[in-house]
C-alpha cells in the first residue's frame, strides 16, 4: 500500500452548513465516502476531527484544522502529492506542493470588492491560480466570469456542476414553523447578502395580496437590517414574513408546502436552491443572471429585469402554466433536479485527482 496517493482536501469550511461553501465540502466529502479510491490516501482539513470521524470513520485520514494555519509561518509542512483548495478563498494554503487542484465557484470579489488586479483579494487568487496544476469550475458561467477577469494559466480546466443536497427526503409532518403558513406562500432561502436581491420580490409583494413570501437565512447582518425596514416601510409585516436560519427539516417544509420558489439573485457561482426546489416538483422563477439557467435550464421560468410589474406578470403567468399541466411540469423539474447528483460530482473529482497525479 505503501505506493497510495496522498492528497489533503483543505475543508475547514465544512462545519458552516449554512453556507453554501460548507454545503459544498460536506456534500462533495459524502459522495466521496461511497466511493472506492484504494490506490489514494484523502485527508480532510477540519475543525471537528471527531464529528467527521464518527460519520465516515476511516475512509479518510483527518488533519486538525486551526486558524493559526493560515499564517505563513505555520503553513502545512507535510508534504502531499496533491493538495485540493476547493474554494478560492481560502487563506489555508500548503507551506510546499508538488501537485496543487484549485476549485473556483466564483470569482465575485471582483465585482463586490474591487477590480483592480493589484487588490489585495485579487492578488491572493492570483497566487493560487497560477499555483494551480489543474482548475475545476463549478459551472460554465464561473469559468467565463474567471477568464473575464484574470490571466487563467496554460493548465487543464474542467467544469464539474454541484449536486442535490436533498438526498434524503425528511418527514416534516412534525415542523412546527415559527411563521404563519396559513395562507399559500411563495419561499425563498439563501444568505442576507446584496445579491440576493430579495428587495426585487418585496417589492412585488406590494402588487400581490392572496399570497404570503416567507424567506430563511441568516437575517442578522446589515442586508438582513435593510430587507427588515424595506417590509416594515411597505406595510408588508402580515404577508412576509423571516424565518431566520432553518434546519434540513425546516427548509424541506417550506419547499414541499410553498406554491413556488422565488430566486432573484443577480450573481451566483451555481445556487443550489433552486435544485432542491425542483426536486419536489415545485416551479421555480430565477434571474436569468449569470449561472442560473445553467442550473434551471428549460424547466425553469426567468425574470429578465426586476421591475415589480413585469415580474409579477411573470409569477403568475409561470404559475398559470403549472397549474394547467401539473403532472408534465412536475416530472420535467424533478427530472431536472435528478441530473445533479454529488455522487457523480465526487466521482469526476476522482477522476481529476487521477489524471493529475498519473
Known amino acids: 500500500m505503501s505506493n497510495q496517493k496522498s492528497v489533503f482536501l483543505e475543508t475547514h469550511n465544512i462545519n458552516n452548513r449554512a453556507g453554501g461553501l460548507g454545503t459544498f465540502n460536506y456534500e462533495l466529502i459524502k459522495g466521496l465516502s461511497e466511493l472506492n479510491f484504494e490506490d489514494m490516501k484523502l485527508t480532510l482539513n477540519t475543525g471537528d476531527v471527531k464529528l467527521l470521524k464518527s460519520e465516515f470513520g476511516k475512509k479518510f485520514d483527518y488533519n486538525q484544522y486551526t486558524s493559526l494555519s493560515r499564517l505563513e509561518i505555520f503553513r502545512i509542512r507535510k508534504k502531499y502529492d496533491l493538495w485540493h483548495s476547493v474554494n478560492q478563498n481560502t487563506k489555508v494554503e500548503p507551506f510546499n506542493c508538488k501537485k496543487y487542484l484549485l476549485t473556483i465557484h466564483d470569482v465575485n ?23 494551480a496544476t489543474a482548475i475545476t469550475y463549478i459551472s460554465e458561467f464561473s469559468k467565463k466570469q474567471t477568464h473575464k477577469y484574470f490571466t487563467v494559466p496554460d493548465v487543464p480546466e474542467y467544469v464539474i456542476y454541484n449536486g442535490n443536497p436533498i438526498t434524503t427526503l425528511l418527514d416534516t409532518s412534525f415542523y412546527v414553523p415559527n411563521v404563519p403558513v396559513d395562507k399559500p406562500f411563495f419561499y425563498t432561502i439563501g444568505d442576507f447578502i446584496e445579491r440576493k436581491n430579495y428587495g426585487s420580490i418585496i417589492n412585488m409583494m406590494k ?27 411597505n406595510g408588508l409585516g402580515n404577508q412576509i414574513f423571516l424565518t431566520g436560519k432553518v ?14 420558489f422565488l430566486f432573484p439573485s443577480i450573481r451566483e457561482g451555481f445556487g443550489l436552491p433552486p435544485i432542491e426546489a425542483m426536486s419536489f416538483g415545485k416551479p421555480v422563477f430565477l434571474s436569468d443572471k449569470t449561472s442560473l439557467p445553467e442550473v434551471g435550464g428549460t424547466a425553469a421560468n426567468y425574470w429578465t429585469n426586476f421591475d415589480p410589474e413585469y415580474m409579477k406578470i411573470v409569477l403568475f403567468e409561470g ?10 411540469c412536475e416530472i420535467l423539474l424533478k427530472e431536472r433536479a435528478s441530473n445533479f447528483d454529488w455522487k457523480v460530482a ?10 493529475i497525479l498519473l
Open 109 to 131: 470579489f471582483t465585482e463586490e470588492v474591487s477590480e483592480d488586479i493589484n487588490h489585495k483579494r485579487n492578488k491572493l487568487f492570483l497566487k493560487k491560480l497560477n499555483k
Open 207 to 233: 402588487l400581490i395580496k392572496d399570497y404570503n413570501l416567507i424567506i430563511s437565512g441568516n437575517n442578522a447582518k446589515e442586508y438582513g437590517e435593510e430587507i427588515k425596514k424595506l417590509i416594515d416601510e
Open 247 to 260: 434546519t434540513d427539516e425546516g427548509k424541506q417544509f417550506f419547499m414541499k408546502n410553498c406554491t413556488a
Open 319 to 328: 404559475l398559470n402554466h403549472y397549474e394547467n399541466n401539473k403532472p408534465e
Open 346 to 355: 465526487a466521482a469526476e473529482y476522482l477522476k481529476v485527482y487521477n489524471n
